[in-house]
């Protein structure tokens, strides 16, 4: 089944009210709201968006609060707030009797629940498309920035911290966050690492409590932290286990390479620091300065740890790949004193003990995957339940938080489902992150 599609209309900024549904389709980087779609709330949001400079932006009547401006014609609605159809208008001043009203048939249980199944798998459908949207806006930014960081370095400087601030902005503009999977738009593997280690960098720092500047600083520092492979041989891009030890020192010298680009742009003294320490161990056992935990910057140790758990989860030989949870496990079992503990501890909080990505049985004995992890309350993430009876398109994600009785047993390597689970689930990507407001109503029901 189709999702249904929102009609809207296009609308002069100077005719917008309170109460209308709007769509802004100038970027996300470049409004100040959370999200690009919203009802307007206050005056202000329109005083906002008449200062974007655009002219004109597309409306939702359905979805909104507002009577129709004054110099549109006027429409007949589609839907009512519920979703449920309203029949065709007729031509008579009189409202419809009793008679008439009794003549339409009532909606059956069944028909009720499958229009509200198809509500919320609409929301749902609606929410990882902008969310998908957000991620390719940003990695391609990214992945521009660094292309002319050669060429035009103080260019380059303007647009990662453009980058960094729209993203902290959007961060410290939700009351809480979801750590949400992405199965589209991963772009190529460079781009793919730079922007999961600036996202989960960066919402490790929101969660520690850094202030805004170092966030942008460490958003900056953790999108380049790579930049100095620019100056590398493709093949010496991604370290391999075969390379020799001269070819391990001539990798180990990205990190040095990338402190002078990072000079040439101009970049601040904390967004250096992170480029320059991405590499470092808490106990001294790092690269190039084996600095001591103590040496390094907050931000810097931030960056270290998400940069060690992508290249686990994602290494060059996709064949490698560990699961989120396995990472994990490998941090925390290995990895307690190459990284400074309090924030690894905090880094297990915020990912769960089975992050976004992970292929999990339940309880109940049923597969599912993780794809979303609410920051503040990560012991219960979303999780698509695998259900063979219907396509994965039209199955609801749903809180293992509102499910009474249900838990994780265990994680599973994608590997170990039973074949029509794995073939249902489809393609296991390398795991991308991105980040969305944690949604505060309209949750899928307790029970898939």
Same mark, same amino acid.
């Given at each position: !089944? ?13 005719? $917008?009210?309170?109460? !209308?549904?709007?769509?802004? &389709? ?7 709201? *959370? ?54 208008a ?9 008679a ?21 798998? &609409? ?15 940003? +990695? ?11 060429q ?14 729209a993203? @902290? ?5 939700? =009351? ?20 999961n280690?600036?996202?989960?960098? $960066?919402?490790?720092?929101? !969660?520690?409590? /850094? ?18 492979? /620019? =100056? ?5 891009r ?37 480029i ?19 040496? !390094? ?28 949870h ?11 004193s ?9 880094f ?13 049985? /339940? ?14 309350? *990560?012991?219960?993430?979303? @999780?698509? @339940?695998?259900?063979?009876? +219907? ?7 749903? =809180?293992?938080?509102?499910m009474?009785? @249900?838990g ?5 390597? *994608? ?34």
């Amino acid at each position: !089944m189709r999702a249904v599609a929102i009609d809207t209309e296009s609308i002069e900024v100077h005719a $917008l009210r309170v109460g !209308m549904f709007v769509h802004l &389709d100038v970027g996300w980087m470049s409004h100040p709201f *959370p999200l690009s779609s919203f009802r307007i709330a206050t005056p202000a949001q329109i005083d906002t968006i008449r200062s974007l400079g655009v002219a004109r932006v597309r409306w939702s009547p359905e979805q909104s609060d507002a009577a129709t401006p004054e110099h549109a014609a006027p429409e007949l609605p589609e839907a009512e707030e519920d979703g449920q159809p309203l029949a065709p208008a007729q031509a008579t001043d009189a409202a419809p009797g009793p008679a008439a009203a009794a003549s339409e048939p009532a909606l059956s249980a069944d028909d009720t629940a499958r229009a509200e199944h198809r509500r919320l798998l &609409d929301a749902q459908n609606a929410a990882l498309r902008l969310c998908e949207r957000q991620y390719a806006e940003a +990695a391609r930014e990214c992945k521009q920035t660094i292309e002319i960081i050669e060429q035009r370095p103080h260019d380059a400087k303007d647009r990662i911290e453009a980058l960094s601030g729209a993203l @902290v902005e959007k961060m410290l503009d939700a =009351d809480e966050v979801c750590i949400r999977m992405l199965v589209e738009g991963a772009a190529d593997r460079a781009s793919m690492h730079a922007m999961n280690v600036g996202i989960v960098s $960066l919402l490790m720092g929101r !969660m520690l409590g /850094l202030p805004e500047d170092e966030l942008r600083d460490l958003g900056c520092g953790a999108m380049l932290h790579d930049i100095g492979k /620019l =100056d590398l041989p493709l093949r010496m891009r991604w370290r391999d286990e075969s390379f020799s030890p001269s070819e391990v020192r001539v990798w180990e010298e990205h990190v040095e390479l990338g402190v002078a680009h990072a000079r040439r742009m101009g970049l601040s003294a904390g967004a250096t620091a992170v480029i320059a320490q991405h590499h470092e161990h808490a106990d001294a056992t790092g690269f190039p300065q084996r600095l001591d935990g103590d040496q !390094m910057s907050l931000p810097g140790r931030v960056c270290a740890l998400v940069n060690a758990y992508d290249n686990l989860c994602n290494p060059r030989l996709p064949s490698a790949a560990l699961t989120p949870h396995e990472a994990l496990s490998l941090l925390f079992a290995q990895g307690r004193s190459r990284f400074d503990a309090p924030i690894l501890a905090s880094f297990i909080r915020m990912m769960g003990v089975y992050p976004p990505g992970s292929t999990v049985q /339940l309880t109940d004995d049923r597969y599912a995957q993780v794809v979303s992890v609410n920051a503040s309350r *990560p012991l219960k993430p979303s @999780v698509v @339940v695998v259900d063979l009876r +219907a396509p994965r398109a039209e199955t609801l994600v749903v =809180d293992l938080e509102r499910m009474q009785g @249900v838990g994780i047993r265990r994680s599973l390597k *994608p590997q170990q489902l039973p074949p029509p689970a794995l073939e249902w689930l489809g393609p296991m990507p390398r795991t991308c992150y991105f980040f969305e407001p944690a949604p505060a109503t309209g949750r899928p029901p307790e029970s898939p």
